[in-house]
Nanobody
């Protein structure tokens, strides 16, 4: 069974940090690009960051560049997203997802986790 289990969300103050993790099972993660998305209340789901397979090339949305950092450990089947310098605008449900296409477009992501909630207070 394919599963992406996201965790690490919670409540943080503005300027604080959180680390999100995504544990994957049920498929060969080495063959997939990993992306993080988020969806704030009343807004569409948007791409935050993505990472290639072994090369580790990364992409970030302009809104999180220089604040968030994505990484992956294929051996542990765990993907991470470090959130620093958090802002109230970062409040959202964060999802990890897997795709065989290098893209930030959510429709190309085949497998999705259940989401983990990040709330940033001002």
């Amino acid at each position: 069974e394919v599963q992406l289990q996201a965790s690490g969300g919670g409540l943080a103050e503005a300027g604080g940090s959180l680390r999100l993790s995504c544990r994957v099972t049920g498929f060969t993660v080495d063959d997939y690009y990993i992306g993080w998305f988020r969806q704030a209340p009343g807004k569409e789901r948007e791409g935050v960051s993505c990472i290639t397979d072994s090369a580790g090339n990364t992409h970030y949305a302009d809104s999180v560049k220089d604040r968030f950092s994505i990484s992956r450990d294929n051996a542990q089947k765990t993907m991470s997203l470090q959130l620093n310098s958090l802002e109230p605008e970062d409040t959202a449900l964060y999802y990890c997802a897997a795709s065989q296409v290098w893209t930030t477009k959510r429709e190309w992501y085949r497998y999705w986790g259940q989401g983990t909630l990040v709330t940033v207070s001002s």
